[in-house]
């Protein structure tokens, strides 16, 4: 289990843009897959980007490709969820999640199914003019 902790979330417009950032204590998060999770009122959990190891590989859901980006600082131990363009879809409770150190799954694999081994707390983020 991995120790993560969100913060950044808040009130937007339309439009505007917010910076998520999911950081970890004791441990490297270079050795982790990590993934940028969201859940509406009412709705499942849905997995909106993810990000491999060293490799860089991403994954982005299709109603965010194109305004979010997901993105390793190794030298703040952070991964960032830059969201730009938002909408009022994207409200919710957003969630930073790990899966590693070991063998991980594909970067889809991980947001699509949900393969994660630890969860953050969550931070909100609500969409509205």
């Known amino acids: 289990q991995v120790h993560l902790v969100e913060s950044g979330g808040g009130e937007v417009e339309p439009g505007g843009s917010l910076r998520l950032s999911c950081t970890a204590s004791g441990v490297s998060l270079d050795d982790y897959a990590i993934g940028w999770f969201r859940q509406a009122p009412g709705k499942k959990r849905e997995g909106v980007s993810c990000?491999?190891?060293?490799?860089?590989?991403?994954y982005y859901a299709d109603s965010v490709k194109g305004r979010f980006t997901i993105s390793r600082d190794n030298a703040k131990n952070t991964v960032v969820l830059q969201m730009n363009s938002v909408q009022r879809e994207d409200t919710g409770t957003y969630y930073c999640?790990?899966?590693?150190?070991?063998?991980?799954?594909?970067?889809?694999?991980?947001?699509?199914?949900?393969?994660?081994?630890?969860w953050g707390q969550g931070t909100q983020v609500a969409v509205s003019s």
């Open positions: 999640a790990a899966e590693g150190p070991g063998i991980v799954p594909t970067v889809q694999t991980m947001c699509v199914g949900r393969l994660v081994g630890s």
């Open positions: 990000i491999s190891r060293s490799e860089g590989n991403t």
